[in-house]
């Protein structure tokens, strides 16, 4: 008898999130044909309980003082193995006003500087990337906006898009660069989902930085990676893709960062961006889940500093 084929790693995550973002976009769907909207907090929170329990959201007690958020910190935990990836995500939904898009981090929306200093200030808080969560309603709302592998009519990329990540690096880069068209080209840099947990999507990844990284960091970039490493080379990817459309690069150090980093030693390397950018990602991927994080998988409380910054956890089985 044939032996059942062995699951790739990250397959049930990936059968997750792919179900989970099919009942979310009825769920959009219903909301355009009722009201002509849906709303952020419904489709996370429908997000998150239909994708249980791979996905489990821990929420805090909200500090009535604080000024929270809609941020949540992701962190997708590998429990066999410890190794971790922490991802701060705000959730934005793509907005159609007549021919044109909107998500509401344009240059052009007054609150845009000081929402993102602030995004980005939490995330280097953590010591963790920042990501835009997109909710982007159905491919029939989004005629005329097309996603970098378009293959109209039934466009599968653009079906798996109805929830998509982007970099908040990419996004502050993509506005500076050129603010009006800024949610297209967000767009068409973000990542479906689901994509996240899929090892069989394309991997390879010639970074402009390649040469300077040490041998665990070059394995990391061109070979297959699985689980939580997968994740963090997923995020990575968006902003050494645009990295990698400005040829020009002064000669970067490698810069030594704290111990629980997966990868320590990281090029220097800010390219356009406003941070250096293999830092701002791969200081999420960790060798085991910060305190934190076990104190609210235990039922505990989280300290302040954690509480007043994010709604919650959401933890991700990968
Ligand atoms: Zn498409």
């Known amino acids: 008898m044939k032996p059942a084929e062995t699951p790739a790693p990250g397959a049930a995550l990936l059968a ?9 976009a009825e769920h959009m769907a219903f909301g355009l044909s009722f009201s002509g909207r849906w709303s952020e907090e419904t489709v996370t929170d429908l997000l998150c309980q239909k994708a249980a ?11 009535q003082e604080a000024l929270v958020g809609a941020d949540w910190l992701w962190w997708f935990i590998e429990r066999d193995s410890g190794i971790c990836f922490g991802l701060l995500c705000q959730a ?9 898009w909107y998500i509401g981090f344009e ?5 845009y500087g000081p929402q993102m200093a602030n995004f980005l200030a939490a995330a280097e808080h953590f010591q963790v990337p920042a990501a835009y969560l997109l909710y982007c309603g159905t491919p029939a709302y989004r005629t005329g906006l097309g996603c970098t592998q378009h293959a109209p009519p039934d466009c599968v990329r653009c079906e798996r898009s109805a929830v998509s990540v982007l970099s908040a690096l990419a996004a502050d880069y993509l506005v ?3 603010p009006e068209g800024a949610a297209a080209a967000a767009f068409q840099s973000a990542l479906p989902l689901e994509d996240l947990a899929d090892p069989d999507l394309p991997q390879e990844l010639f970074d402009i930085n390649l040469d300077i990284c040490g041998p665990e960091l070059r394995e990391f970039l061109l070979d297959p990676q699985y689980r939580a490493p997968l994740v963090a080379k997923k995020i990575f990817e968006q902003l050494s893709r645009l990295r990698l459309s400005v040829f020009s690069r002064a000669s970067i150090a490698m810069k030594s960062h704290r111990d629980t980093m997966v990868f320590p030693q990281l090029p220097d390397d800010s390219g356009h961006f406003s941070a250096p950018y293999f830092r701002h990602v791969l200081r999420g991927l960790r060798r085991e889940i910060p305190d934190y994080v ?5 039922g505990n409380a989280v300290p302040l500093d954690v509480s007043e910054r994010v709604a919650g956890i959401v933890v991700v089985h990968v």
Do not use: H, M, W, Y
């Open 53 to 63: 329990p791979a996905l489990q959201p821990i929420l805090f007690t909200r500090n």
């Open 107 to 111: 240059q052009e929306n007054k609150t």
């Open 16 to 24: 997750a999130l792919t179900e989970s973002r099919t009942f979310v």
């Open 92 to 100: 934005k939904n793509l907005k159609k006003k007549g021919k044109d």
């Open 294 to 298: 076990r104190e609210a998988l235990e």
């Open 176 to 178: 500076s660069r050129r």
